[in-house]
Structures are given as C-alpha cells and as structure tokens.
C-alpha cells in the first residue's frame, strides 16, 4: 500500500504552539508528515534555517511520524521529490482564507496530483503568529505561553546576542 505522505510548510520563526497544535494534528492523519521551512523567505528572519530546523526537530522529537526538513523553490516540486500527495496549512481566521486559497489553488494549477488540506487552528492559538511572538520578546515580554519551552530559551539567547552585537 502507496504510504501517505503530507507536507507541513512555512517558515516557523521560530515554531509556535500553533504551529505544534497543528503537527500533531496531522501527524495522526498521515503515514509520514515532514514539517518543511522555507529556505528562500524574502523575510529577514530571527533565525536562520538551520536553527530553525533544529528547534522543530527537538520540539516534535516525540512523535514517530514527523520529520523536519528544509525546501528551497517551489513547494510543488519539493512535495513531489518527497514523494507527497498533501500540503497541509493551518487556517486561524477568515483573514488567513484569501492568501491560503490563492497558494492553495496556485499550487493546484502547476500540480493537480496534490491537494491541500486547512486545518483549523485550536482556538487558544487562532491569535498567535511568529511575527506576534518576535514582537513581544524584543521589547521584554514573557513568551511561554505562545511557544514551546525549548523555545523560550532560544528566543532569550538570540534576543541577548543581538542586543551584544
Ligand atoms: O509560514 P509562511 O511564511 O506563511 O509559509 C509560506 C510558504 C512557505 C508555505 C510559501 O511561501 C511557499 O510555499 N513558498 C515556496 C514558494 C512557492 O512554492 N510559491 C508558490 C505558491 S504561492
């Protein structure tokens, strides 16, 4: 039997418990989930993507079926080299709809052979997004409760390191 395979993409910086909320999710529904960061952002990120992956890697490092993974260009062809029928995207609010359809159905027209699937983001985390999270620990918030622990500590590290150089 053909293994079902769903990619999870985005740029995690860093990951959020709503990006957690939503691996877990999909971890349940698929045989493999690779949860992918963009390489080739135009953003300028706090982390760079290898801190990126490894933060992932550590805060999914319990559950069997999730791999972390990087992807440069399109995510169409990065799904297809992984061998993955699914793209899954989280949906917190209806602000969220209008971008996601129009990636969604973009992909769909370079790739009909994968289909993207929205779940809906708990509602403890419909508010939470990396940019919020960056914003409040750059002027000295408390961030525990918007991302996992591991991740607290790296966002304090990073944010001292900045403040130095
Ligand atoms: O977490 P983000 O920043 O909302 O994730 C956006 C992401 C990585 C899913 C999207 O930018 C993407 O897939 N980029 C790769 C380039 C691509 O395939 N673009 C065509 C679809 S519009």
């Given at each position: 039997?053909?293994?079902?395979?769903?990619?999870?993409?985005?740029?995690?910086?860093?990951?959020?418990?709503?990006?957690?909320?939503?691996?877990?999710?999909?971890?349940?529904?698929?045989?493999?989930?690779?949860?992918?960061?963009?390489?080739?952002?135009?953003?300028?990120?706090l982390?760079?993507?290898?801190?990126?992956?490894?933060?992932?890697?550590?805060?999914?490092?319990?559950?069997k079926?999730?791999?972390?993974?990087?992807?440069?260009?399109?995510?169409?062809d990065?799904?297809?080299?992984?061998?993955?029928?699914?793209?899954?995207?989280?949906?917190?609010?209806?602000?969220?709809?209008?971008?996601?359809?129009?990636?969604?159905q973009?992909?769909?027209?370079?790739?009909?052979?994968?289909?993207?699937?929205?779940?809906?983001?708990?509602?403890?985390?419909?508010?939470?997004?990396?940019?919020?999270?960056?914003?409040?620990?750059?002027?000295?918030?408390?961030?525990?409760?918007?991302?996992?622990?591991?991740?607290?500590?790296?966002?304090?590290?990073?944010?001292?390191?900045?403040?130095?150089?």
């Amino acid at each position: 039997m053909d293994m079902k395979i769903a990619i999870y993409p985005g740029s995690f910086d860093p990951v959020t418990k709503g990006h957690l909320d939503i691996i877990e999710r999909s971890a349940k529904m698929v045989d493999v989930l690779i949860v992918a960061v963009l390489n080739n952002g135009t953003k300028s990120p706090l982390f760079s993507v290898e801190e990126r992956v490894n933060m992932l890697r550590e805060v999914t490092k319990d559950i069997k079926n999730v791999k972390i993974d990087s992807f440069s260009g399109l995510l169409v062809d990065y799904a297809k080299k992984a061998g993955a029928s699914i793209i899954i995207r989280g949906l917190r609010a209806v602000t969220d709809f209008e971008y996601e359809l129009q990636m969604a159905q973009t992909n769909r027209i370079m790739d009909n052979s994968i289909d993207t699937i929205f779940l809906t983001t708990s509602l403890e985390y419909a508010y939470l997004s990396s940019s919020t999270v960056k914003e409040v620990a750059r002027y000295g918030g408390n961030v525990e409760h918007f991302v996992p622990e591991y991740v607290v500590k790296k966002i304090e590290d990073k944010i001292i390191s900045m403040k130095k150089s």
